[in-house]
Nanobody, 123 residues
Framework: QVQLIESGGGLVQAGGSLRLSCAAS????????MGWFRQAPGKEREFVAG????????YYLDSVKGRFTISRDNAKNTVDLQMNNLKPEDTAVYYC????????????????WGQGTQVTVSS
């Protein structure tokens, strides 16, 4: 098990940027595939981005490609999501998640979750 704590959410105008950060506890962070999900009110949870254990491979939801960047620092036990050119439709609670097995580009198998951080983009 790994404990995850997100930070960095907030209110931003359309076109602006935010950087979400997820801090993980435990000495085996580098073994985990990490991901970011989001859930807007009344909508299903979306798999936004994923990154392999060694950061060699990344996945992005089509609607965020070219705007969002996922990265990780295994020495610091952190995974970040840089979000640029934000749009009102990006408004959601964003969750950091971790899994020990499974592909970086799959939403399946995540069994460790943070508490979520709210991102609100005004038009």
């Amino acid at each position: 098990q790994v404990q995850l704590i997100e930070s960095g959410g907030g209110l931003v105008q359309a076109g602006g940027s935010l950087r979400l950060s997820c801090a993980a506890s435990g000495r085996t962070f580098s073994s985990y595939t990490m991901g970011w999900f989001r859930q807007a009110p009344g909508k299903e949870r979306e798999f936004v981005a994923g990154i392999s254990w060694n950061a060699a491979r990344t996945y992005y939801l089509d609607s965020v490609k070219g705007r969002f960047t996922i990265s990780r620092d295994n020495a610091k036990n952190t995974v970040d999501l840089q979000m640029n050119n934000l749009k009102p439709e990006d408004t959601a609670v964003y969750y950091c998640a971790a899994k020990l097995s499974g592909y970086y580009n799959s939403a399946a198998g995540y069994d460790n979750w943070g508490q979520g951080t709210q991102v609100t983009v005004s038009s």
